[in-house]
C-alpha cells in the first residue's frame, strides 16, 4: 500500500517561514501530479500548490510568491517552502499524489496523507 507521510508542520509567528515534506512510499512505479491541499477551520479543503512530475507548478492565487512548491522524483519526496506566512494560512495541510503501482501499471490512484498542522500567530 503506497504511504504519504508529511512532516514539518508547528507553530510560527506571522512573517515566518515553514518547509513541509511529503514523503511516498510503497510499490510506486511512478507519481505523476502531486499537490498540497488544506483545510483551515469552518472551510472546505482547498488546493494551495501542485506540480506535475516534470516541474510545472500550479499555485493559489492566495500564497502565489510566498510559496513555491518542489519535488525530488528520485525521492518520491515533495516539499511545500512557505515563507511570509499569514494567520489566515492557518490549516492542516494534507498531501496528494497520483500514483501509478508497480502492481497496476496502466492506471493511476489517488492518495492522500494524514495532514500536518500548521498555525501562524498574529
Known amino acids: 500500500q503506497v504511504q504519504l507521510v508529511e512532516s514539518g508542520g508547528g507553530l510560527v509567528q506571522s512573517g515566518g517561514s515553514l518547509r513541509l515534506s511529503c514523503a511516498a512510499s510503497?510499490?510506486?512505479?511512478?507519481?505523476?501530479?502531486m499537490g498540497w491541499y488544506r483545510r483551515a477551520p469552518g472551510n472546505e479543503r482547498e488546493l494551495v500548490a501542485s506540480i506535475t512530475s516534470g516541474g510545472r507548478t500550479n499555485y493559489a492565487d492566495s500564497v502565489k510568491g510566498r510559496f513555491t512548491i518542489s519535488r525530488d522524483n528520485a525521492k518520491n519526496t515533495m516539499y511545500l517552502q512557505m515563507n511570509s506566512l499569514k494567520p489566515e494560512d492557518t490549516a492542516v495541510y494534507y498531501c496528494?499524489?497520483?500514483?501509478?503501482?508497480?502492481?497496476?501499471?496502466?492506471?493511476?490512484?489517488?492518495?492522500w496523507g494524514q495532514g500536518t498542522q500548521v498555525t501562524v500567530s498574529s
Open positions: 510503497g510499490p510506486i512505479f511512478s507519481i505523476n501530479v
Open positions: 496528494h499524489a497520483r500514483v501509478v503501482l508497480t502492481t497496476a501499471p496502466l492506471y493511476e490512484s489517488s492518495y
